[in-house]
């Protein structure tokens, strides 16, 4: 399997870590990294990708529901991002949320992929790869 990097946005360190492990038993040579303030997991993506020639995708697990910056909050700012960071960022809602309105409104985003219910599961990590691998 090639190597792939994850970056996890929510405010739950516990469902990080359960990420985490999850995604290196599926893949353990995929790099993880985990935010759980997404102010500081934007601006990681902002900076980071700005010049990156990474040639592949980055998966973004990103949770709707944080405090000082929810999902929806943080794709606005996404969406502004340079073509080229949006390029290399596939983004993932992973929610506990089961409102319909949230998984609507996932699907309406151009910039989300799909819509994960957590917890995660090495099958949701199979179907993401095997979304962005036909993007």
Do not use: H
Not at 28 to 54: C, H, R
Not at 88 to 97: D, E, G, P, W
Request: glycine share 2%; net charge negative.
């Amino acid at each position: 399997m090639e190597k792939r990097k994850f970056i996890i946005v929510d405010d739950d360190p516990f469902n990080n870590k359960i990420c985490s492990v999850i995604i290196k038993n599926f893949s353990p040579e995929s790099e993880v990294i985990t935010f759980v303030q997404p102010e500081i997991g934007f601006d990681y993506i902002a900076e980071k990708y700005k010049n990156s020639t990474a040639d592949f995708a980055t998966i973004l697990l990103l949770d709707i529901n944080m405090p000082t910056m929810n999902g929806w909050e943080f794709l606005e700012k996404f969406e502004k991002l340079d073509i080229e960071i949006k390029k290399k960022i596939s983004v993932f809602i992973l929610s506990s949320s089961v409102d319909q309105s949230d998984m609507d409104r996932s699907k309406d985003n151009k910039y989300v992929c799909d819509y994960i219910s957590k917890p995660l599961s090495s099958k949701a990590i199979e179907d993401a790869i095997k979304i962005i691998s036909t993007q």
